[in-house]
T-cell receptor, first 112, second 117 residues
Framework: RKEVEQDPGPFNVPEGATVAFNCTYSNSASQSFFWYRQDCRKEPKLLMSVYSSGNEDGRFTAQLNRASQYISLLIRDSKLSDSATYLC?????????????FGQGTTLQVKP | EPEVTQTPSHQVTQMGQEVILRCVPI?????FYWYRQILGQKVEFLVSFYNNEISEKSEIFDDQFSVERPDGSNFTLKIRSTKLEDSAMYFC???????????????FGEGSRLTVL
């Protein structure tokens, strides 16, 4: 079983749509959680951290359910520039080792 | 904005040759990492480096791989005898650790694409 699982998509949505991505992780000892964005053939960039209480950053909302080992990302009012691959990322430890475990990513295509 | 820089952006090499990939992490960061991404696959952890030594490495990071911080700014990944399956994008990353408030707040370089023929 993969340690971090995501639906690879692609998700094809029109501009202005709301889209949600889900992710599950298998290691219950995982300590910290993130969404990264990766554009084609570019480096991953941190989109947002994910907290148990849920957190929002503009059009983006992230949720964490530790009991179900489930992480979600909601994007409202999609823009063309949101087209990218969204990576669910987990850190096994609370220390700053930075050993991140990446999911395979979910591809989003926003169409005009 | 400070950034992680990597060279070369693309290197083509013959199987069995040695390759050195170079990285300049963000200057006040304390933790350094190499990750790789084979085309079409997920990003995979290779190694983390702190206080001039390896703090953790994955099973991918075998005896063919080594890392070094030869001076105060560069962080290098050496592959001693490249194999076809080493073809991938290699990302360097750095983090400030607690100073950046950051478990997992890694900043990645743009990557070095390695093609082994």
């Amino acid at each position: 079983r993969k340690e971090v699982e995501q639906d690879p998509g692609p998700f094809n949505v029109p501009e202005g749509a709301t889209v949600a991505f889900n992710c599950t992780y298998s290691n219950s000892a995982s300590q910290s959680f993130f969404w990264y964005r990766q554009d084609c053939r570019k480096e991953p960039k941190l989109l947002m951290s994910v907290y148990s209480s849920g957190n929002e950053d503009g059009r983006f909302t992230a949720q964490l359910n530790r009991a179900s080992q489930y992480i979600s990302l909601l994007i409202r009012d999609s823009k063309l520039s949101d087209s990218a691959t969204y990576l669910c990322v987990v850190n096994r430890r609370s220390s700053n080792t930075g050993k991140l475990i990446f999911g395979q990513g979910t591809t989003l295509q926003v169409k005009p | 904005e400070p950034e992680v820089t990597q060279t070369p952006s693309h290197q083509v090499t013959q199987m069995g040759q040695e390759v050195i990939l170079r990285c300049v992490p963000i200057s006040n960061h304390l933790y350094f990492y190499w990750y790789r991404q084979i085309l079409g696959q997920k990003v995979e952890f290779l190694v983390s480096f702190y206080n001039n030594e390896i703090s953790e490495k994955s099973e991918i990071f075998d005896d063919q791989f080594s890392v070094e911080r030869p001076d105060g700014s560069n962080f290098t990944l050496k592959i001693r005898s490249t194999k076809l399956e080493d073809s991938a994008m290699y990302f360097c990353a750095s983090s400030g650790g607690r100073l950046a408030g950051g478990t997992g707040e890694l900043f990645f370089g743009e990557g070095s694409r390695l093609t082994v023929l």
